[in-house]
């Protein structure tokens, strides 16, 4: 680096919204650190409970027998490291679970979707014991009643508690949602 160049320590403060494609030739200041973006942070375990304790819809991914992958959306929350999934006993996911405990489960936070966090787990266990309560306990949390009213009263609950192995997260600031677009990418 030459003494005296001053760019490699500007920082950007605004940004200028233009209706023209940038022209190939500009230089643009980069982060110094290339894996990182501007307003990206890592999370801490405090924000990834944070996830749960929202109510955010957490996205849990199991495997068919067939191998392929069965996404469904699912009320959750995080205790202790364990993070307990309520359903009925005769669920697809529970069958998948059953057959393959490997588990992914993705969170997006509903006020700020650039907020996520992506979890790769396996099934610790399976059981039927408090589920009538924490049926009870997420539906307060969720619908805000403390009565989940679709339940079907043949539907033997079960509770689903998942070890995390790999955690992965993103936290952008809302005031970098406008990097997200840009009307000449296709």
């Known amino acids: 680096?030459?003494?005296?160049?001053?760019?490699?320590?500007?920082?950007?403060?605004?940004?200028?919204?233009?209706?023209?494609?940038?022209?190939?030739?500009e230089s643009y200041v980069t982060t110094s650190a290339p894996n990182e973006s501007a307003g990206v942070t890592q999370l801490t375990k405090e924000e990834v409970y944070q996830f749960f304790n929202g109510r955010n819809l957490a996205f849990l991914?199991?495997?068919?027998k067939d191998g392929s992958p069965h996404v469904t959306p699912v009320w959750?929350?995080?205790?202790?490291?364990?993070?307990?999934?309520?359903?009925?006993?005769?669920?697809?996911?529970n069958?998948?679970?059953t057959?393959?405990?490997?588990?992914?489960?993705?969170?997006?936070?509903q006020n700020n979707p650039f907020n996520m966090v992506s979890i790769k787990g396996r099934v610790i266990e399976q059981t039927t014991?408090?589920?009538?309560?924490?049926?009870?306990?997420?539906?307060?949390?969720?619908?805000?009643?403390?009565?989940?009213?679709?339940?079907?009263?043949?539907?033997?609950?079960i509770i689903i508690k998942i070890r995390p192995e790999k955690?992965?997260?993103?936290?952008?600031?809302?005031?970098?949602?406008?990097l997200a677009y840009s009307p000449w990418t296709k």
Do not use: C, W
């Not at 959750?76 to 996911?93: G, P």
């Not at 014991?129 to 609950?157: F, S």
């Not at 955690?167 to 406008?178: D, K, N, T, V, W």
């Open 167 to 178: 955690i992965m997260g993103l936290s952008i600031h809302p005031a970098f949602y406008f």
């Open 1 to 25: 680096m030459q003494k005296g160049n001053d760019n490699s320590r500007r920082i950007i403060t605004s940004v200028e919204v233009v209706d023209v494609p940038p022209i190939e030739t």
């Open 95 to 97: 069958k998948h679970i």
């Open 61 to 64: 991914s199991t495997l068919s």
């Open 99 to 109: 057959n393959d405990k490997r588990i992914a489960i993705s969170v997006v936070e």
């Open 129 to 157: 014991e408090g589920a009538d309560e924490h049926l009870k306990r997420l539906a307060k949390k969720y619908l805000g009643i403390g009565k989940y009213y679709y339940r079907k009263p043949n539907h033997k609950r």
């Open 76 to 93: 959750a929350e995080m205790i202790d490291e364990f993070i307990l999934i309520n359903t009925f006993e005769t669920s697809a996911k």
